[in-house]
């Protein structure tokens, strides 16, 4: 049974970093493209950052800053999230996706198998 499970997220001061872990489990990690989504309070689900198999990614969120790296550890089923300068507004739960696909999209609708979310609050 697939599963996937966050951890990293966090109470943290404007400025501050987080790394997000996404273990998968049940499934061979290679085999898919894994996205990072995020949900604020009364906002919809919004793509964050994909990684595909290749290992290639690309940032959905805060593109043009730089400060989201996501990276894949196929060998530890797992792929991060890092973070920096964090800011009030990425207050959120932050929640890995996979897709048995061979690119990223920032479409929630794509992605069939999701973990259960990390909270992370950024305080000012």
């Known amino acids: 049974q697939l599963q996937l499970v966050e951890s990293g997220g966090g109470l943290v001061h404007s400025g501050g970093s987080l790394r997000l872990s996404c273990v998968a489990s049940g499934i061979i990690l290679d085999y898919y493209v894994i996205g990072w989504f995020r949900q604020a309070p009364g906002k919809e689900r919004e793509g964050v950052s994909c990684i595909r198999r290749s290992g290639g990614s690309t940032n959905y969120a805060d593109s043009d800053e730089g400060r989201f790296t996501i990276s894949r550890d196929n060998a530890k089923s797992t792929v991060y999230l890092q973070v920096n300068s964090l800011k009030p507004e990425d207050t959120g739960v932050y929640y890995c996706?996979?897709?048995?696909?061979?690119?990223?999209?920032?479409?929630?609708?794509?992605?069939?198998?999701w973990g259960q979310g990390t909270q992370v609050t950024v305080s000012s």
């Open positions: 996706a996979a897709d048995p696909d061979y690119d990223c999209s920032n479409n929630a609708d794509e992605y069939p198998y």
